[in-house]
């Protein structure tokens, strides 16, 4: 099956500092990337769908001057998190559709967890 | 708006003791139901794609059954490798992402 590998798994950073999270597709391209957030016993939230070569396309109420989104290549996708906050400790996932695959069938990550300080 | 419910919320199986999770759905022109299951501090792992009520899908231990409002993931003789969250989602027309359900945490004991 497809992988999705997404680095660091965890991260701790101090409040002020800015943290990048990587998404990559090790075996096929993947035009459309998803970010999502998720809280302890929550569903999983998306924050946006990043399409390769183009802006991302954030969901409401996501501050997209805050989470930057970056997919410059067909097997990568960034997420940035600006100064971040305590606030903003969460874990935070990355999924990629196949192309040619059912659009639901979507195949993750394995999650990255930040932890701001 | 498109709303997906999960009940129970956690649920504790004795290995071998058979049960049902449930997904209650509401969404405008249903393109799709999708289970996914999810190890502690991992990503999801897609199980199954359900289109229309009466559809069935079978991996294993494992058997979802769609209707109109609500789908159900039937656990035949859980083991305790079986345990996890099991997340449902839903997909509208178009372009609009999937909807996720809270999940059910699964535990099955030894």
């Known amino acids: 099956g497809a992988v999705v590998s997404q680095h660091p798994s965890w991260v701790i950073c101090k409040s002020g500092t800015s943290v990048k999270i990587e998404c990559r597709s090790l075996?096929?391209?993947?035009?459309?990337m998803f970010w999502y957030r998720q809280f302890p016993k929550q569903s999983l939230m998306l924050m946006a769908t990043?399409?390769?070569?183009?802006?991302?396309?954030?969901e409401q109420g996501v501050e997209k001057d805050k989470f930057l989104i970056n997919h410059a290549s067909l097997t990568l996708s960034t997420l940035t998190v600006t100064s971040a906050h305590p606030e903003d400790s969460s874990f935070y996932i990355c999924?990629?559709?196949?192309?040619?695959?059912?659009?639901?069938?979507?195949?993750f990550g394995e999650g990255s967890r930040l932890t701001v300080l | 708006e498109d709303q997906v419910t999960q009940s129970p919320e956690a649920l504790r199986l004795q290995e071998g003791e058979s049960s049902s999770l449930n997904c209650s759905y509401t969404?405008?022109?249903?393109?799709?139901l999708f289970w996914y299951r999810q190890d502690p501090g991992k990503g999801p792992e897609f199980l199954f794609t359900?289109?229309?009520a009466g559809e069935e899908k079978e991996k294993e231990r494992l058997k979802a059954t769609l209707t109109k409002k609500e789908s159900f993931l039937h656990i035949t003789a859980p083991k305790p490798e079986d345990s996890a969250t099991y997340l449902c989602?839903?997909?509208?027309?178009?372009?609009?992402?999937?909807?996720f359900g809270k999940g059910t945490r699964l535990s099955v004991i030894a």
């Open positions: 999924s990629a559709r196949v192309p040619g695959l059912e659009a639901g069938e979507l195949f």
């Open positions: 075996d096929f391209q993947a035009t459309t």
């Open positions: 990043s399409n390769e070569g183009s802006k991302a396309t954030y």
């Open positions: 969404v405008s022109g249903l393109r799709g």
């Open positions: 359900l289109y229309s």
């Open positions: 989602a839903v997909r509208g027309p178009g372009n609009t992402p999937l909807v």
